[in-house]
């Protein structure tokens, strides 16, 4: 039998699974798909028929479908949580996460999948996207073009293709929900191997730079409040046959060109760079938060874009999730939060969803400096590990992460409320706070005037730091 | 349209590519397939028609495709090359590589490639996959049962498929070739997602086991030498849903029986494990070497097994390779090395080919220590960098790993010649070179017997380690 | 002027500090020293003036000198909480401890400090040493012999020394204050610099038997229930000028040599391994839990020793503090804990006390698990930061070091109580809670019966892991 | 008996040695000191009698006293190998190192040391310090100014020392050798334990200003080139108690005062710091390249400093040594070398002398990218290990690490002369360079004529980055 072109393709498709072997019966699949697999089908019911609406029941709950901690509507420290908070669903993790790893094939056959990547498909899962968000309760997600429609054959196919599930979405948002932010996916087409915007191929450039183009339309389009570029492949796997110098030049052309679309079409969002610094490259441009801002200084991108920190990504550059959002504060910066977290001992992303308590604190600290993160938030770049496969281990997973952020906060406001910990960090810094630390710090005392102080106080007294205790007073509001 | 079941099992089967959109035209393909896509095609041909048979061209070569250091027949301390390094081609990486990674789809179409994973698909595989081997110039390979035939919907099925492809593959082993090992791959489907001797399901050990009974029956019946288990889903990702020790019991249960039914049938190749510390899992039960040399102590295996080394492996688990080759050699359970390296920088599995000459040398070190690996070899357990996709990368790859360790088996020679370093590690011991020294290590003094030697001899001298000289000795021999 | 041999030795003690520099001024001092510096004082009053002997106030307290989740008498899960913990000072942290880094120069003046190393000022210390442990109020405490009395100029003197200061602590101990553990510092001393056992000169593993010789019967004299080896110079810088073989087989001998002194002796306390990966050496050979085993069965000592698992050194070898306890639990090695915490992303020993909630409910988990440590305990191995310079520092670090485990307990009750985690467990593994599962664990099914099942189950259904829902389980209960 | 203030003093000072026992007899002293002793004495004869000067023998010379590779007036791409090389010897490693490590006493005693750390022996070891640099054959060396002259009680006297020792340095200089850089040390005295410009104490501030000031001018006089600012505390312990933008801004304010400072006493050599990412502190302020350019850029510094790039410091901040070398070049900020490694698998500062031959290759390629290094070059921040305790060791272990550099340079010139790997790197850009790549470079092609080239040309072509190809020709000039 000559196999037609069409039947071809979609077998190569196929490559990466099948070529470690045929999965006869997808062992997980609770449902009955096949009542639902038609092409045209267009499942408008229930999606997740056990599950009701979370609500906030307080912490002696033992309901794994309800809040312990996080209760939208509750003030603290002069907001509502959910103003505080601003948590997204990522489109990514939730739906099209497969729970395939690098020896392993997919995990997840969630009842509403037919198999298919097609458009019909692709609008099921986004009617599943928005009962999810209205059931967890939140008011944004975040979405790759790629995610929420198909690839088609050529770019004008896949764009029609976005066009067609963004019509369906914008519908769906209704007046409450919007994207946190949108992106374009640089990284999973072979294409992009080398690169999107520091790809060695001129070709590659000018298809990145459409597809972002389309992307940041069509975030504009549904009222999304902020654009990501997470660098994915914009890096290098061997310095041998790579030109960085040349590469990182390309970056910077592409992002001006980002920033001035933005502004021909009029879009407000913020523009973000996320960080990370390796995986799936050896080495990525946007290593850490100092880096990022580095970058930006140097070609004059500064006031353009701010960061979207995850903190994955931060303890995988060997940084604490707190310095990060800190180094990121202190450059004005702190656009956004991925939040997640990984596991201290693994060297690479497992983008878990964060359920530590103290982290979560040192987060929403950091949060709460910044005055906030709007019109920035928190989005789940989190999922659910590979062996997680009910329908319900997607609630538990985002209820617990939101109560974990949750908590967080409230101990902030423990720990606000107390004082004890800013007392002891002003105390230590008070020798400052005189005239002579106000004009050294205005920059009017030069070296021989310091001499001089030197000289006549003689050797200063240095007290403790009070480690101990500060870190007491923390664990005490948790 | 409705679809048929068949047609709904293949798509699901793609679900993990096609989840990230349909990828319209495979960028890299070289060559016509359309015409040799058939499902009955027996494409007998030159499967590599550009590429000669790799030969020796010496140092001075500038030769891609020809050997500067590996000359196969050449002697060296007393033994042939070939007979030192007994290299193997993975089938899994050289043949079944995608160039996929946990963000990125496939980057590799080989030209003999249909897109399928059809039982013809998998013995014109097995074809290039001699071709290569004889090209290359090598007289081992090594296999997982899933790599080399398509899994099928019922184990007799899986177990049909691979029958037919092993009867090709002795076939075409002919009289030279044989497996250096082979396995069975219990980490890819998803049945094996919480382990496969530790899985929590009674019904997943059993599947197991009978997958492993399998394909020790065809690695015997292939003349294999060894049989290999890496556990890539046996350990945890978290302990607060693992029963430890009882997953630990049925581990080696499990062993037991594979030792059992190895010695019923009269197979007489060497059982291999192979540590590895983390990835898939966050924690693996075959951490190091040491870690399997316990456990093969406390279940009473100690004699039945030997260990399978890799390099990335060991630097994963915070080891040098060469501590890990010592530490399994000096429990006299060296048995295999997977011949690769990984990034100093990287905290996951690379399995790049070694090309750095210092390691190669330490390596053979160890090799030569041991009277060399047989009936164990070097397997290749490398792959192309998903950026590398012409058919010539992997001659280039498997070239420059060959030569690389071929280097370092002439540095091994040049140190012996030398001399002075296995001069300056005898002198470091001198003392225990003496009656009392010979006392001790008999175990026949007492610590009150040192006590009075310490108080008769007062304060030891205690010389320079001279590290920088023996540093300097082994650099000089690269 | 000529100097003295006696001046010339003192002087060339401080060649470490003076090398970089005299410091001039104690910076921060708090006391007159002058009037308590001479040679024969006997500094018999207070040594923590302001500090009064430390109570349970209950978790709203805001007393740093007071617990807030300790209550020693407080009955927790059959217990007293004091049981469980059995709590320990280590001498070396707590009183020697100057600040000192590679870095830095000693930044810690205590009051009762004259600056010289004298027997007088080791007395003073070990007073100090009591009143601390009567004000923290635990009964245990740890020592290296060469830490409460100062090296002589042969071995005979400081064996005197030694005897001198363990007759003063035998008085200060009283009926109920005993050592957790003594052991030998075989460390510091140059004539270590290659290793005690493992010392490429046999004068040095002499040497070291005799001062182990002696350590064990100091600890043996004052009640010590355990004896430690923990083997910081074991190990080796390069393999270049190391017969790594051959040193663990001295290792070996030297501990079998160790067990027959203690039987000789009638010492009944337990012989522990204190396992590290690394620093100060490249690689220690007690690496972690695993290997230190690996080792004791090798040379079939697995009967007479335990280990003392330290959390800093379990995740500096990769794995979770959780992960080496119960690797030493199930191996039946658990002996004692030297509590301590490290910092996620650095790569050196910080000995902190350890302060996270979520980790030492983990650790917490195993104790319970092991029936608690008896004979063993907890002892602090863990410093005050280097820029924490006042006394009461010591006090505050100790209450926040115990509170945290105390509170790990009260979480493992409320765990154990809610009985949803177990719950959890149990029901992952209840396939092998059946007949069949039985006969497996009973070693009774071989391959051939295995696959059968296999042939006939079909497919094994898997269900999900539920991790998201344990984590949620373990955080409700903090 | 009462002691004197002085002597009370002088032992506080050997508080961190003795305090781990009396070392009663230097284990490895080679020479009688007795004789040179004498506070007056000035040793001005010869320091290493059996050392001769070291010549160039030649890659088949046995002679560890002699270079294989390093062959100073030999030219090489253009350029004399001492001018590429520009070597330095470290002061405070080759003559103040003690082997001394956190868990071990000094190990080396030099003949010609005393045990003060007098002026007078300060003076002796400044003579050692030149007939070693004589011997070895290099021009510059580095210097900390409390490395080279006592600490005095007060500042003045301190200032006065460093008068003292830099006059005699300054004559022994002589017309040829200069100090490569200076440098204050301001992380070993206590004051300093909370930084020096980003203490939390103005007093501390104020004095590392003078101490920067006086380093500054002796550095001038004695006709440095550079001057360097490692900040070793300049970041935190914890942030639970710091004011990172606080502590950041001072030290802005500071490095601006410095550059004052430089100009106003005409000083003309680079100002140059050191990134280290942590150790001692848990996170520095300048971790690497990207975060200090990223730091100058932000406080408008960044015209008037240049980076000194450690490969350890590389290598602890996640990167390859190359990387952080071609991130500084790209940002115009490579201005020295400090010359060493680490150790792959370990997690702090080992300062060890490079002998990697790839590794220094790489390093190579970057300076002959760079032009060189000068005024800059590479200083041999290196140190024996603790165990090597002979004085040859010290000439041993420079030698190695010249040659290993120079074998690294030779390698660069291999691959230059050979081209191979350059027409790789070229041909993989070459889609930019055309009219079209020219106007993107140019910024001169926004988003819409991107798409409309995508849309044009279809799916773009991506040829393999051939990684393997560019490892085999890199391997092949090794």
Known sequence: MKMKAGEILLLLLCLNVVSFGVIANPPTCPADIGKECSDSGEWEGEFFPGIPKINYEGPSSKNPLAFKWYNAEEEILGKKMKDWMRFS?????????????????P??????????????????????????????????????????APDGKTLEESNANLDEVVALAKKLQ????????????LFMHPRYMHGGATSSELGVYAY???????????????????????????????????DMGRELDHMARFFEAAVAYKKKIGFNGTLLIEPKPQEPTKHQYDWDAATAANFLRKYDLIGEFKLNIECNHATLSGHSCHHELETARLNGLLGNIDANTGDPQIGWDTDQFLTDIGEAT??????VRNGGL?????NFDAKLRRESTDVEDLFIAHISGMDTLARGLRNVAKLIEDGSLAELVRKRYQSFDTELGAQIEAGKVDFEMLEKIALERGEPKVPSAKQELAEMIFQSAL
């Open 374 to 378: 709007a019109p920035g938030g928190f």
């Open 174 to 185: 209704g007046s409450k929900i919007r994207p946190l932010w949108g992106t374009a996916q």
């Open 107 to 148: 995990t997840k056959y969630w009842p509403w999948e037919d198999g298919t990547n097609s458009l019909a498909m692709a609008k099921r899962r986004m009617r599943a996207n928005f009962e999810f968000i209205n059931k967890v309760g939140v008011d944004w997600w975040c979405f790759h073009d790629r995610d929420i």
């Open 208 to 242: 990145a730079a459409a597809q972002v183009k389309k992307a940041m339309e069509v975030t504009n389009y549904l009222g999304g409040e902020n654009y990501v570029f997470w660098g994915g492949r914009e890096g290098y796997q061997t310095l041998l046959n790579t």
């Open 89 to 105: 669903v990522a489109f990514w993790h939730t739906f099209r996460g497969t729970g395939g790893d690098p020896f392993g094939a």
């Open 362 to 367: 040192l987060v929403m600290l950091s949060v």
